[in-house]
């Protein structure tokens, strides 16, 4: 079954730029979707069609797709993008139609 | 507005079976396929399943861990996506969400998600 990887953690300080990998074989290829998830709320969509924003998402969040690496980019972070980022992709080649990456945990010092 | 509620969770000993519910509302809800995907405590996110619309045959897929224990169906009158779930297990305690699959593609994105409700299995 296809497998995402996401670093378990990253930390910026605010006013940086955070930068959030989700590795997979050729994932080039695949449509990633992002999520960002505060504790104790339901997930919410960030990026869309590898780096599209739904409406209401800063211009500060972006993403990009590329190789073996989807990268999801934060600018100018702020203290309220703390929060858990999941990857997402679908792999019709398999019984797990929709692939979730393991999450990463943004902290922002 | 586009929202989605669930109900149905609560405390249930393995073997048993209890059924989820998805209210939706502010969007045609026939129009849509609707999924489910869970989150154990602590844990990430894990996809449950979808059903696509009429349109599409109304069919089913489900991941592998829950593949013929959990049923997904609609009622397309009510605007209610159900997941009815057989022979719980432990390993299936977690918050549930039901989320509206925007494009009909195998491509698509979640969006919206309902603000979840809990299942635990224990005996």
């Known amino acids: 079954s296809y497998v995402l990887t996401q670093p378990p953690s990253v930390s910026v300080a605010p006013g940086k730029t955070a930068r959030i990998t989700c590795g997979g074989n050729?994932?080039?290829?695949?449509?990633v979707h992002w999520y960002q998830q505060k504790p104790g709320q339901a997930p919410v969509l960030v990026i869309y069609y590898d780096s599209d924003r739904p409406s209401g998402i800063p211009e500060r969040f972006s993403g990009s797709n590329s190789g073996n690496t989807a990268t999801l980019t934060i600018s100018r972070v702020e203290a309220g993008d703390e929060a858990d980022y999941y990857c997402?992709?679908?792999?019709?080649?398999?019984?797990?139609?929709?692939?979730f990456g393991g999450g990463t945990k943004l902290t922002v010092l | 507005e586009v929202q989605l509620v669930e109900s149905g969770g609560g405390l249930v000993q393995p073997g048993r079976s209890l059924r989820l519910s998805c209210t939706a509302s502010g969007f045609t809800f026939g129009d849509y396929a609707m999924s489910w995907v869970r989150q154990a405590p602590g844990k990430g996110l894990e996809w449950v399943g979808f059903i696509r619309s009429k349109a599409y045959g109304g069919t089913t897929e489900y991941a592998a861990s829950v593949k013929g224990r959990f049923t997904i169906s609609r009622d397309d009158s009510k605007s209610i996506a159900y997941l009815q779930m057989n022979s719980l297990k432990t390993e299936d305690t977690a918050v549930y969400y039901c989320?509206?699959?925007?494009?009909?593609?195998?491509?698509?994105?979640?969006?919206?998600w309902g603000q979840g409700t809990l299942v635990t299995v224990s005996s």
């Open positions: 989320t509206r699959i925007p494009v009909t593609t195998v491509n698509s994105w979640f969006d919206p």
């Open positions: 997402q992709v679908w792999d019709s080649s398999s019984d797990h139609n929709v692939v």
């Open positions: 050729n994932i080039g290829s695949k449509s």
